[in-house]
Nanobody, 126 residues
Framework: QVQLVESGGGLVQAGGSLRLSCAASGRTFSSYAMGWFRRSPGKEREFVAAISWSAINTYYADSVKGRFTISRDNAKNTVDLQMNSLKPEDTAVYYC???????????????????WGQGTQVTVSS
């Protein structure tokens, strides 16, 4: 069992930066691949970024590639999403998720994840 709690959301102007953090409970956090997803009003939840539990592999949606960076600290049971050059279209509720998969695997689909956080709101003003 893994419990996830996101933090770091807020209101920022276009071009600004935010850093989201996801804190995980449970002793086996380092055995879970992690991901970030987002849901904008009226849209389906979409993939943003993922990292393998070994941290060797990462993967990004095209819409955020070069602007967002996912990282993890297995000693602290946290996974972060650094978001730079934010755009109004990045406005959404951001969720972190955990998946029990092999060490180098990244997961990019919602149904590939076993646990989800409650989400944190990110609003980017123009």
């Amino acid at each position: 069992q893994v419990q996830l709690v996101e933090s770091g959301g807020g209101l920022v102007q276009a071009g600004g930066s935010l850093r989201l953090s996801c804190a995980a409970s449970g002793r086996t956090f380092s055995s879970y691949a992690m991901g970030w997803f987002r849901r904008s009003p009226g849209k389906e939840r979409e993939f943003v970024a993922a990292i393998s539990w070994s941290a060797i592999n990462t993967y990004y949606a095209d819409s955020v590639k070069g602007r967002f960076t996912i990282s993890r600290d297995n000693a602290k049971n946290t996974v972060d999403l650094q978001m730079n050059s934010l755009k109004p279209e990045d406005t959404a509720v951001y969720y972190c998720a955990a998946a029990r998969v092999p060490p180098i695997t990244v997961v990019t689909t919602t149904n590939g994840y076993d646990y989800w956080g409650q989400g944190t709101q990110v609003t980017v003003s123009s």
